[in-house]
């Protein structure tokens, strides 16, 4: 049959070709309307400035309209020629069942039985023509598939279902170097990390949003994301692992936090901090190490703050993990977790406290930023205070005594309470206030201590208890001073006044543990035993 050039074909001004327009049309509904029924002698000629694939699959739809509708469709050229078939409208309606669209569509319905190697290499094909495998819907189901095949080997053993085509009805199978590769990690749930680290960013990023819709093991997901950015950043640019960096965070945002960890999260932070990532990825870096605040370390805290600034270390960011523990942990937030960052925090204060570039407004803020219920003892952060004052001594009494009401009093012990009587460096109210604290706590120590007396003590205990006071612990008497407080006076005659009192208080407050003890010794000598032989209580009175 002989075979006339009356078509010539612009592809993309890649290439031009010359074709039999009879030939070309029958298979194509496209050119078909184009042309109509027209089949002269006359040449025409068509440019076409978008072709999916270029002029490389254009020439592979020409074999196929010259070979009578017969084409190798494989995985390395099914999304190309899907694409092409639509594009030249390669329909049924036109060329019965020899059509393109038909043939490709049904190889893509057998994604599922597709070898692991195949899945990767349309994948990869996919890659280099991502806008086309997008639209036509190729790669989502691919991505499906290849999930569908990660999901299958992590509940079956790999080996038994890649050692070759047809072992199963899911004909797994593997190449040589996918062979050898999979046989020193058959036993780790990583097997397939290398095979997959080769994708684009944009490609794992849709490949994680298809894990998680499938309910993968998110467990699994972190660690792949972590691998795929230590393997991407070997050989990548600046603006590539930036890109890199993006993708990996926000794929680590869609999973539960407990699914990776503190010391993974403040890794990815030490990278990112040379880097210009977007705002938003650098928010959800930090909402993340936030929520898992009580895991860090205070070596996980000392971060060097940003360049230009003088402060040494940055204070800020530690103040937005503190913003993102209360605000994320909700709930979650028991005493426990509360307790161990407070611990932190009053480390990590005592560690900042000595920058002589720390100004007071972020000092304040860390001394502030968590709630009074987070902390046992006030006694670190007391240090910690003073240190800073000593280091900050231009501070105004207004700047120090914003500082000193921050302390919760109450909770400080005694030796601090001590110490806070004897330190010039805090103003005089911060000291009177220690002391109305301290005589606040004693009182409801001897309203303790009397309440439990009249609930558990007849008059004979009460003599007999009074006259073994006398006999141990003699006549002496200790009274707190109940006067009026004149802090207008001198500073140095008030601190040394107030250190009497406290020594007084410290004393007093060891006659009551006294007493405690004697009172749960006389208890205890009341109370009966209820096995053994039988004895008679002791007498009480006489």
Not at 18 to 47: E, M, P, Q
Request: positive net charge.
């Amino acid at each position: 049959m002989a075979v006339c050039c009356d078509l010539e074909a612009d592809i993309n001004g890649e290439e031009t070709f010359l074709l039999d327009k009879k030939i070309i049309c029958s298979f194509s509904g496209r050119l078909s309307k184009l042309f109509g029924k027209s089949t002269g002698a006359n040449r025409n000629k068509v440019i076409f400035n978008d072709f999916p694939g270029g002029a490389e699959n254009f020439e592979l739809i020409s074999r196929f309209c010259y070979n009578k509708g017969e084409i190798d469709i494989n995985p390395s050229n099914i999304s190309l020629l899907y694409s092409a078939a639509e594009f030249m409208e390669m329909s049924k309606s036109v060329s019965g069942n020899c059509n393109l669209l038909e043939k490709t569509k049904k190889c893509i319905e057998e994604l599922g039985y597709w070898t692991w190697p195949d899945l990767l290499v349309a994948l990869k094909h996919c890659q280099e023509m991502q806008q086309v495998a997008t639209s036509s819907g190729i790669l989502e189901k691919c991505l499906d598939s290849i999930v569908g095949r990660l999901a299958i080997a992590g509940e079956a053993s790999p080996c038994a279902s890649t050692s070759s085509p047809d072992s199963s009805g899911l004909r797994l199978s593997c190449d040589t170097r996918s062979t050898e590769s999979l046989k020193n990690s058959f036993s780790r749930a990583n097997w397939w990390f290398e095979d997959l680290s080769v994708l684009s960013p944009n490609l794992v990023e849709m490949l994680v949003k298809s894990m998680v819709s499938h309910k993968y093991n998110q467990v699994i997901i972190s660690r792949f994301l972590l691998y795929y950015q230590k393997s991407k950043f070997f050989t990548a640019s600046s603006d590539e692992k930036r890109q890199v960096l993006e993708i990996v965070i926000d794929g680590l945002y869609t999973l539960d936090p407990s699914c990776i960890s503190c010391k993974s999260l403040f890794g990815i932070l030490r990278v990112v901090l040379n880097l210009n990532i977007s705002k938003s990825s650098r928010n959800k870096l930090e909402c993340m190490i936030g929520s898992q605040m009580d895991q860090a370390t205070l070596d996980n805290l000392l971060i060097p703050s940003p360049y230009g600034t003088s402060y040494l270390y940055d204070v800020n960011l530690v103040l937005r993990f503190l913003k993102a523990f209360l605000r994320e942990g909700g709930w979650r937030l028991s005493p426990t977790r509360m307790k161990k960052v407070a611990s932190l925090i009053d480390l990590y204060i005592a560690e900042v406290a000595p920058d002589p570039f720390l100004r007071f407004s972020k000092f304040l803020a860390l001394v502030v930023a968590l709630p009074d219920s987070a902390r046992d003892c006030w006694d670190e952060l007391y240090h910690a205070i003073d240190v800073y004052l000593e280091v900050h001594a231009g501070l105004s009494e207004e700047e120090k005594l914003k500082i000193c009401c921050a302390l919760n009093y109450e909770k400080l012990s005694s030796d601090a309470y001590v110490h806070l009587s004897q330190n010039a460096k805090f103003p005089s109210k911060s000291s009177v206030q220690a002391l109305v604290s301290q005589q606040l706590k004693l009182k409801n120590l001897l309203q303790g201590t009397k309440n439990s007396k009249s609930d558990t003590d007849s008059p004979c205990k009460l003599n007999e208890t009074r006259g073994k006071a006398k006999k141990g612990e003699g006549s002496e008497q200790i009274v707190l001073y109940s006067g009026r407080l004149d802090i207008s006076g001198d500073n140095e005659n008030l601190r040394a006044h107030l250190q009497g009192m406290q020594w007084r208080v410290i004393e007093l407050e060891k006659r009551c543990k006294k007493m405690q003890t004697q009172m749960a010794k006389l208890m205890k000598s009341k109370t009966p035993t209820t096995h053994g032989t039988a004895r008679s209580l002791p007498r009480l009175c006489s």
